[in-house]
């Protein structure tokens, strides 16, 4: 069983950079797509990046340019680079192995002035 937990997350002013870190427990940390999600208050969860085990990258049409997924498969660690950040980036981050359904308990992103 993986388990996951996030950290990094804060309050950021708009423009700002923030990098959000995902650890996973186990050994099959490289052998997985790992993915980001976030939901904002009242919003249903969403997926908004996603890396595959030979790190190729997709990204939704709302953070594309401005976040970035990478991991370190010899950590066992996911990020998300995140800058420029705008006020409706304002959600509780989640990572997640897709394939298992599995996420970690989120980190809080407010991004505010």
């Known amino acids: 069983q993986v388990q996951l937990v996030e950290s990094g997350g804060g309050l950021v002013q708009p423009g700002g950079s923030l990098r959000l870190s995902c650890v996973a427990s186990?050994?099959?940390?490289?052998?997985?797509?790992m993915g980001w999600y976030r939901q904002a208050p009242g919003k249903q969860r969403e997926s908004i990046a996603r890396i595959t085990v030979s790190r190729n990258e997709w990204y939704a049409d709302s953070v594309k340019g401005r976040f970035t997924i990478s991991r370190d498969n010899a950590a066992n660690t996911l990020y998300l680079q995140m800058t420029n950040v705008r006020p409706e980036d304002t959600a509780t981050y989640y990572c997640?192995?897709?394939?298992?359904?599995?996420y970690g308990q989120g980190t809080q992103v407010t991004v505010s002035s």
């Open positions: 186990g050994n099959v940390f490289r052998y997985y797509i």
């Open positions: 997640g192995v897709p394939n298992l359904l599995t």
